[in-house]
Structure formats: C-alpha cells, structure tokens
C-alpha cells in the first residue's frame, strides 16, 4: 500500500491549457498516480480519483460520505453556512435520509412525467432555432444550448416564464466557484437569495398546485416521512441547478464533437437510430460534469492501493475514468458506433445510489436538440478552427464545458 505520491495542485488543473485539453494529464496520472493527494485552495487535504475501476468502487462506498456539511466543520466554514440551507437534499446525504429524500423525489419525478414534458421540450428547442440566424455567426450556447434545460426545468417545476431569467441569474452566481471574500459574498447573497425564491414559490404551490413536480411534492410533504420545509426548498434548487447546467455544457460538447469530427456526423445523419448511442459515447468522450461532487473519508479507506486518510476529501473524476484504456479501446477516439455504447458502461451520470436522476430527462433532451439542430441543418460548421474553440475556466474542474460555440447554421454551400 501506498500513502503519498507528489500531489497535483488545484491551479494545475485550473490553467487555460489543461482546461482545453485535460486528458493528457489525467492520462498521465492514471498511469503514475491513480490515486492522488492534492493541494486545493480551500486547505483540505483532497486525493483525486482517475481510473475507472477506482472511480466505479468510491462512487458506491459507503465510506465515502456525501454528507459534507453534517460532518465537516471545515468545510462548513469554507463554504458558509448560507450553502447550508440549499444542500439538505439527497445529493448530500447518506444512508436513510438519503434514501427516503430520493424516493420521495422519484416517486413523482416519474418517467411518465419526463416523458410527457416531449412535445413542450421540441417545442422549446424549434422555437429557439426558428429565432437563430442562419447565414452568420452565432454563439449556440447563449442561443440554444443554455436555454433549452433551464426553460424545460423550470416548467417541471412549475416555475412562471417571468421569474426565470432572475432565477438563472442567481444560479449562474451559485454554481461559480472561487475563494475570495468578495466572492464569496455575492455568493453567499445569492444563495439567501435562492432560498427566498423558492421558500415563497412552495407556498404559491400549496395555495394554487398545478401539474408541476414541485406542486406535487408541496403536496406530499404532510404525509409520514415527507420532505421538510426545508429538504423541499433545497430539493427545489437541486433539482433546478442539476438539470441545468450540466445539459446546457453537454449539448454544447456534443454539437463541438460531432462539427469537429464530420464522419461522426455523418453516420448519425445517415443512421439516426445511432442517436441514443451516439449521446452515451458523448457523454463518455467529453461529458460536462468532470468531476463527481465531493466526498470525504469516514474512516481510513484503501483506494487502488493507496490509503485515503480519515476525515480526507475525495475528488473523483469522471472524466478521466471515461477515458481509461483498461476499460475502454482507443479511448480516446470519439466513435459512435462503438461497441457496448450503453448506459452502464460510462460513468458520465455516476454510479450506486447517487446515480443522477435526471438521466432520462438530459438524455431525452440531448436527443430532441441534436436531432432537430442537425436535421434542419445538416450543412452547419464551426465559425472558426475547432483547435481555437475556447473552453471554460474554472477554479475548481467540477464542470467541463465550452465558453463560447460560433457556428453558422447554413453555410450555402
């Protein structure tokens, strides 16, 4: 067993090289370092996750807990007690809370109920085309791959057309991530803020329910083991900030891909029942959540043959465990008929009980959107190089997505 290997800093996976391209270096650890001491800003001592059977065990141990802020003391005091309010939810719990916060929300976030949310998902999707220039250069995350989850989620959760540019607002500022004081106010500010928010929307609920999902469990919260006031505001914001952003970079990614990678294209073009296979290798090729949220060490736990101390963070990274060439050939190839493209192979939306439940509802919308973008312009290109495409900069690679993606729908050719 091992105990320390040279850490890994934070800033090193914050530059603007290892943002465009990390997989080299990920590449380079499983090799050396599988399992990674590192050195956040925060002070915690952290050790990073890269291969993929590593990845799989960690994601399904209960010795890794999610329950950060009932446990840490430390990071409570990082990231304020205002975070606190809108993380008493499934993501950060364990054991029976855990599992009673989760079948609650998936006992109404049915798949009859994403399934019914098609027709207003393809309507979003041709609506934001239709608005689309097509002969000149236009940013399609602005312009369609942000809005189409956080217009779909919020009609899931009932949320009225007029509040949601505010409500994206604030959680553009929640999901940043950063360390300064001034951050961190504005931070702290719009989490109060979002609470607020959502504290007054469940009383509208219960005064006037509609069809909505949080209609529906503002109803269900007086029965025995019913959501708190609380766990179903923080529900609320879970639900909204996980089912947006990281479709948004998703789509983002796979239009990139498939425009960098014309044959790719074409095959689904030519086959669309290659579509459903082709967002599972999306997913593992370049997925946009690259690392699973935080978990910490109960105890001394053994990972790959280094020991995780007790009371130790663990960062997990997705994104390099879908590029391990001891699970997957040629990993690094982007190919949508590869073979076992199916669900359980990736690790893109997690693994074990915090599996992300709202799979079905990003992959459905992942179908509508690349079906519909690239059926009604089959010709559409990049509006520069793909080797000059700009990533996003982040402090802390928690999502792996595109700054900005020029394109230009129709070309004329």
């Known amino acids: 067993m091992t105990t320390t290997q040279d850490p890994v800093t934070a800033a090193e996976q914050c530059t603007a090289d290892?943002?465009?391209?990390?997989?080299?270096?990920?590449?380079?650890?499983?090799?050396?370092?599988?399992v990674c001491p590192m050195k956040p800003p925060h002070g915690i001592d952290t050790y990073l996750i890269t291969r993929y059977e590593d990845a799989r065990a960690a994601l399904s141990d209960p010795r890794l807990s999610k329950d950060m802020y009932g446990a840490m003391d430390a990071y409570r005091r990082i990231f304020g007690d205002s975070s606190v309010s809108l993380d008493d939810n499934m993501l950060n719990s364990d054991g029976p809370k855990h599992l009673?916060?989760?079948k609650l929300v998936n006992s109404e976030f049915t798949p009859r109920r994403v399934e019914a949310l098609r027709p207003k998902i393809q309507a979003v999707v041709d609506e934001l085309l239709d608005a689309c220039p097509t002969r000149e250069p236009v940013d399609l995350l602005p312009a369609f791959a942000f809005p189409v989850p956080i217009t779909v989620i919020c009609e899931l959760l009932g949320v009225p057309p007029e509040e949601r540019p505010h409500l994206q607002d604030l959680s553009t500022i929640v999901a940043q991530t950063g360390f300064g004081k001034e951050f961190k106010q504005a931070q702290q500010k719009a989490e109060e803020d979002l609470h607020a928010y959502f504290t007054q929307l469940i009383a509208r609920k219960r005064e006037h329910p509609g069809e909505d999902l949080l209609s529906a469990l503002a109803q269900a919260q007086g029965k025995d083991g019913g959501l708190t006031e609380n766990e179903l505001v923080s529900t609320a914001f879970l639900l909204m900030f996980a089912g947006h952003k990281t479709t948004a970079y998703l789509i983002g990614n796979a239009v990139y891909h498939f425009l960098a990678n014309p044959?790719?294209?074409?095959?689904?073009q030519g086959d669309p029942e290659l579509m459903n296979?082709?967002?599972?290798?999306?997913?593992?090729?370049d997925g946009s959540v690259e690392s699973a949220t935080f978990r910490f060490a109960t105890e001394d736990v053994e990972i790959g043959g280094t020991r995780i101390p007790k009371g130790a963070l663990v960062q997990i990274s997705l994104l390099s465990a879908n590029r391990d060439p001891l699970k997957f050939d040629s990993p690094d190839e982007f190919d949508v008929t590869r073979p076992g493209n199916a669900q359980s192979a990736h690790l893109g939306f997690g693994q074990g009980s915090h599996y992300c439940l709202g799979a079905p509802l990003a992959r459905l919308e992942m179908q509508l959107a690349l079906t519909s973008l690239f059926g009604r312009f089959p010709n559409l290109v990049l509006a520069g190089p793909a080797a000059e495409a700009k990533w996003m900069e982040t402090p802390f690679p928690a999502f792996r997505g595109l700054a900005e993606l020029p394109v230009v729908l129709d070309p004329g050719r």
């Open 100 to 102: 009673r916060l989760r």
């Open 18 to 34: 290892f943002r465009r391209n990390p997989h080299p270096v990920y590449a380079s650890l499983r090799d050396t370092a599988p």
């Open 277 to 285: 296979p082709a967002i599972e290798e999306l997913v593992r090729f």
């Open 263 to 268: 044959a790719q294209l074409r095959a689904v």
